[in-house]
């Protein structure tokens, strides 16, 4: 089934930043991602700061991360390609509320003042940003934002405030974040990115430019 996106989709996308589809992810495809359980018992922090680009070792994670439903809605509303990985985010929520004190101090000033994409990623050159429920309990009172079925995706820019705060105290939730660029991204210091030193370990340093075979094309 190919997947298009109608007028009033776009319309949406772009006078509010974000624009949910459900059902695009198939049940078979997105409940791997959930069975280690050990993992997604850990605090959303912890769950945070251990979760950036799982797509590297878990298959699963890369198969969503590639998914071709979600890469051609991102193309439509975008009008932009080729189109490269640049990260992928395991989040978790919970109906706990916030903590009285976080292990890292970056993480409590996204959740505390959710900003933008743009400024707390260490790349310079996204274009569009894909959230998907993984699992999530019925009835939440979470931000019309956030996806809350299984398979759920919510499109947005990376320019709008990505809503963090809702970690804590609205829902038990899964989910995970693919973000996306252009073919031409810089790794760049983001002070505010919690994982902003993680890509010297694949021998980049900021200023590069970010290659094919850490951050593929995805789409062309």
């Known amino acids: 089934m190919r997947w298009s ?8 996308f772009n006078k509010h930043g ?71 985010q395991a989040i ?22 959710p900003i933008p994409l743009l400024e707390s990623s260490c790349f310079q050159g996204l274009c569009i940003a894909a959230l998907i429920c993984l699992e999530c309990e019925e009835n939440t009172d979470l931000p019309d934002f ?7 995706v919510t499109f947005f820019q990376p320019t709008m405030p990505f809503p963090l705060d809702a970690l804590y105290g609205h829902a038990d939730a899964k989910m995970m974040l693919v973000v996306y660029s252009l073919r031409t991204v810089l790794y760049v210091l983001r002070p505010k990115d919690p994982h902003t030193h993680q890509l010297k370990k694949l021998g980049y340093g900021f ?14």
């Not at 049940?27 to 799982?54: C, M, N, Y």
């Open 18 to 88: 974000y624009v949910r589809f459900e059902g695009l992810i198939k049940e078979e495809a997105s409940q791997p991602l959930i069975h280690d359980q050990a993992f997604w018992k850990k605090t959303p922090e912890k769950v945070f700061l251990e979760g950036r680009d799982l797509w590297r070792t878990h298959a699963e994670w890369a198969k969503i991360a590639r998914d071709r439903h979600i890469l051609t809605i991102s193309n439509e509303l975008l009008n932009v390609k080729p189109i490269r990985l640049a990260y992928t």
């Open 92 to 113: 978790r929520l919970t109906k706990s509320p916030h903590p009285d004190h976080f292990q890292n101090s970056t993480i409590e000033s996204l959740i505390k003042t």
């Open 146 to 152: 956030f996806p809350r079925t299984p398979g759920e």
């Open 207 to 220: 200023g590069d430019h970010l290659k094919d075979k850490t951050h593929p094309t995805v789409f062309n």
């Open 5 to 12: 996106v109608p007028n009033e989709s776009h319309f949406y």
